[in-house]
């Protein structure tokens, strides 16, 4: 503590040399180097846990190793409304909830469109094991909400409209939305959204997050 004679490295050297011991060494602290999970990639996932791997500044990502001390996600329903998850993908088939649409056919199981919507599924919550990456919430449940996503698709903003209301009306909690256009711009999904965030979750409102974009 801050009221001890020496520090750890003082005390050990006194133990030492005393005469008593065989060895004595401090306990230090490896906080930065350590990794708070197991899973294969998660020290490149600096976003989570940063220390500092891409010669970027200790410490700047979202704490997810303190915020995992409180809650993984459980009992939390993520509706992606993207391209499609991978149902059977093994980072994430244990977190895949029962029910996917299909905002196309208006059909369900949904369909992979392609693979923006299983790589953003695998950031939200990929499972925690020894294997991939480890999501934010690893412990969620993925509802998969799948659209083309190409704005020359016949009545594309009704149909992205469509995958927000049957995420609400099929128990999302959080509404994840990793894409957004100028020309997407319609009553269709603004009405959508508000439905959300008023109606979801039995009134208190679901939580609709949208990209900001990549440039």
Same mark, same amino acid.
């Given at each position: 503590t801050k009221a001890s004679d020496k520090n750890a490295m003082e005390l050990a050297n006194q133990f030492?040399?005393?005469?008593?011991?065989q060895y004595s060494e401090p306990d230090l602290m490896l906080d930065n &180097?350590?990794?708070?999970?197991?899973?294969?990639?998660?020290?490149?996932?600096?976003?989570?846990?940063?220390?500092?791997?891409?010669?970027?500044?200790?410490? &700047?990502d979202i704490r997810a190793c303190d915020a995992w001390n409180l809650s993984t996600g459980s009992n939390i329903n993520v509706a992606v409304?993207?391209?499609?998850?991978?149902?059977?993908?093994?980072?994430?088939?244990?977190? &895949?909830?029962?029910?996917?649409?299909?905002?196309?056919?208006?059909?369900?199981?949904?369909?992979?469109?392609?693979?923006h919507g299983t790589a953003c599924a695998g950031i939200i919550g990929a499972v925690g094991n020894t294997a991939g990456i480890r999501g934010v919430a690893p412990n969620c449940r993925l509802i998969s909400v799948s659209s083309t996503l190409n704005l020359m698709t016949t009545n594309i903003k009704q149909k992205l409209a469509d995958g927000i209301n049957w995420s609400v009306q099929n128990g999302a909690h959080v509404i994840s939305n990793s894409w957004g256009h100028n020309d997407?711009?319609?009553?269709?999904? $603004? $009405?959508?959204?508000?439905?959300? &965030?008023?109606?979801?979750r039995s009134g208190l409102g679901c939580v609709v997050v949208?990209?900001?974009?990549n440039d």
């Amino acid at each position: 503590t801050k009221a001890s004679d020496k520090n750890a490295m003082e005390l050990a050297n006194q133990f030492f040399e005393s005469g008593f011991f065989q060895y004595s060494e401090p306990d230090l602290m490896l906080d930065n &180097i350590l990794n708070c999970v197991n899973d294969t990639y998660f020290p490149q996932q600096w976003g989570l846990r940063n220390t500092g791997q891409y010669n970027g500044n200790t410490g &700047i990502d979202i704490r997810a190793c303190d915020a995992w001390n409180l809650s993984t996600g459980s009992n939390i329903n993520v509706a992606v409304v993207d391209q499609g998850i991978q149902l059977d993908h093994p980072d994430l088939q244990a977190n &895949i909830h029962s029910l996917s649409y299909d905002t196309e056919n208006a059909t369900s199981p949904s369909v992979v469109r392609g693979d923006h919507g299983t790589a953003c599924a695998g950031i939200i919550g990929a499972v925690g094991n020894t294997a991939g990456i480890r999501g934010v919430a690893p412990n969620c449940r993925l509802i998969s909400v799948s659209s083309t996503l190409n704005l020359m698709t016949t009545n594309i903003k009704q149909k992205l409209a469509d995958g927000i209301n049957w995420s609400v009306q099929n128990g999302a909690h959080v509404i994840s939305n990793s894409w957004g256009h100028n020309d997407l711009v319609s009553s269709y999904i $603004d $009405d959508a959204i508000t439905s959300a &965030i008023t109606n979801g979750r039995s009134g208190l409102g679901c939580v609709v997050v949208f990209a900001t974009g990549n440039d």
